[in-house]
């Protein structure tokens, strides 16, 4: 699925003649919307959801800056609506490459990644708040490609995390527009998703060994509602506005993020100790209602967790 493509530059500095090669790939990424009922809770209430492939979010898409992205969004003729692709990492033209698509058809398009950082995507069909809340959302992670530094330092460990307002009644978009009826906030698609201590149901929770440096990717992907990102318990190490390490912030207790906006947060828990931490947004509306997920940093904590190329816990 990578197909390198070397592109050679010649770069003339101080003087002296000498021969930068930077390679970019072509990343392709293939996505079929899904109409489908899924489990919106760790109880396994069904709702009727419209996907990406099937899951909210979406999965994780991962290049590097410069790369190109060759997408393509294939909805099925068993689909009954219109949809629909929009990358905010991408530079293109809202009536082409964003454009809906009919069930029974296909749309291909490419956009090159030229901004590092971490974005939303989402279904940008009509009516789109309807689209976005039923749950066709998800993330484009755009690493640097100058990669880490004493000043973007690695993570020992990375996790997803998006978060969704849940509305049961799911064909009334008229009242997702007046942001009526909303009754929970979706932490990757299930309420309380991460949380055994609000949900005896939750199974899940994030994990970390006691110092490490963990690292999580956030999308309020809210049709309405701002997000306040709080670590209970702990501190924002540094904050990578829209995943750029360009846009930072150190010592944070709290970060707003505006519907649609994507952060990179780190955390480091202290080494001497295992400890929990809370991550919640601290809107009282979201938290009690879904918007909490448990980071548990202990000395077993799983050696896979938050490793993998997947970074969403399932
Ligand atoms: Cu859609």
Redesign the pocket.
Known sequence: MYNKLSVSTIALAMGLASIQVVQAKTVEVTMT?MEKMIEIDNKGTQYPA?TFDGAIPGKVVRVTEGDIVDFTLINPETNK????MDFHAAEVDVLGEFA?VKPGETKHFKFKAKRAGVWMYH???SV?A???A?G?YGVIIVDPKEGYSKNFPKPDREYVLVQGQYFPDADNYKAMLKNEGSEGSLINGKMFRYDPVHDPNASLVLQSKPGERVRIHYVNANINDSVALHPIAGIWDRVYLNGNPRNQLVDMATYGLAVSEAVSVDIVSPADKPTNNAIVDHRMSAALRGAITVLMNKPDADPKAGKGDDMIVH
């Open positions: 919307a419209w609506e219109s949809h629909a809906p279904c940008g069909a789109m309807q689209h976005i039923r066709m």
